[in-house]
Antibody, heavy 122, light 107 residues
Framework: EVQLVESGGGLVQPGGSLRVSCAAS????????MSWVRQAPGKGLEWVANINQPGNERYYLDSVKGRFTVSRDNAKSSLYLEMNSLRAEDTAVYYC???????????????WGQGTLVTVSS | AIQMTQSPSSLSASVGDRVTITCRASQGIRDDLGWYQQKPGKAPKLLIY???TLQSGVPSRFSGSGSDTDFTLTISSLQPEDFATYYCLQDNIYPWTFGQGTKVEIK
C-alpha cells in the first residue's frame, strides 16, 4: 500500500522559513513525479508545485515562485517543500501527493498524504 | 491562469438521489480534468481522471463526462458515504487550478 506521511508543519512568524517533508513508502519513489497541494482553513484546494523524478524539472504556483522550493531525496524516498518569506496567506494544510502522468497528459494525484498544518502568524 | 467554475457551490440531496456537479473551464483543456472527493478533516481522494476514467476501487455510481470546457460529475444514486465536498482540477496548463468545490449535504 502506498503511504505518504507529511511532517514539519507548525507556527512560524511572517517573513520566516519552514521546511515540510513527505515520507513515502510502498512505492518505487524515484519513478514518480510528486506534488504539493495546499488548503487554507475553510477554503478550497490550491496546487502549489510539481517535481519530476530526478528533481531537475519543477513547476510552481505563481504566488510562491521565488519563495518556495520543492526538492526530493530519492535515496530516502522523501519529498520536501522549503518555504521562505512566509506570509499570512500561506497558512494552510500542505498535502503531498503522487502525480501520475499519461504520455501527453492527462495527469492525476493519487494517493494523497494526510497533510501538515503550517500557520503563519505573529 | 485557467479559471475553473464549479456549480453549484453546495446542494442538499437525499439518499438515492441522482446528483450532478458541473465544472466549466475558461478555455479548452481537452480531457485534462480530474474529480476529487474530500470529507471533513481528511485528505482528498481521486474519483475520476481524464474526465471520464473511473479510478480503480471507486464505486460505479460515480461517472464523469465532458471535454474541452464543460465537464460533469454524476452520482447516480447518492449513498450516505458520498456526503462530502467535490473538486474538479484542470491539469492541462500550468498553473493547475481547482474549482472552488461543491459541498453535498444531507437533505
Amino acid at each position: 500500500e502506498v503511504q505518504l506521511v507529511e511532517s514539519g508543519g507548525g507556527l512560524v512568524q511572517p517573513g520566516g522559513s519552514l521546511r515540510v517533508s513527505c515520507a513515502a513508502s510502498g512505492l518505487s519513489f524515484s519513478t514518480y513525479w510528486m506534488s504539493w497541494v495546499r488548503q487554507a482553513p475553510g477554503k478550497g484546494l490550491e496546487w502549489v508545485a510539481n517535481i519530476n523524478q530526478p528533481g531537475n524539472e519543477r513547476y510552481y504556483l505563481d504566488s510562491v515562485k521565488g519563495r518556495f522550493t520543492v526538492s526530493r531525496d530519492n535515496a530516502k524516498s522523501s519529498l520536501y517543500l522549503e518555504m521562505n518569506s512566509l506570509r499570512a496567506e500561506d497558512t494552510a494544510v500542505y498535502y503531498c501527493a503522487r502525480l501520475l502522468m499519461a504520455a501527453g497528459g492527462p495527469n492525476w494525484f493519487d494517493p494523497w498524504g494526510q497533510g501538515t498544518l503550517v500557520t503563519v502568524s505573529s | 491562469a485557467i479559471q475553473m467554475t464549479q456549480s453549484p457551490s453546495s446542494l442538499s440531496a437525499s439518499v438515492g438521489d441522482r446528483v450532478t456537479i458541473t465544472c466549466r473551464a475558461s478555455q479548452g483543456i481537452r480531457d485534462d480534468l480530474g474529480w476529487y472527493q474530500q470529507k471533513p478533516g481528511k485528505a482528498p481522494k481521486l474519483l475520476i481522471y481524464a474526465a471520464s476514467t473511473l479510478q480503480s476501487g471507486v464505486p460505479s455510481r460515480f461517472s464523469g463526462s465532458g471535454s474541452d470546457t464543460d465537464f460533469t460529475l454524476t452520482i447516480s444514486s447518492l449513498q450516505p458515504e458520498d456526503f462530502a465536498t467535490y473538486y474538479c482540477l484542470q491539469d492541462n496548463i500550468y498553473p493547475w487550478t481547482f474549482g472552488q468545490g461543491t459541498k453535498v449535504e444531507i437533505k
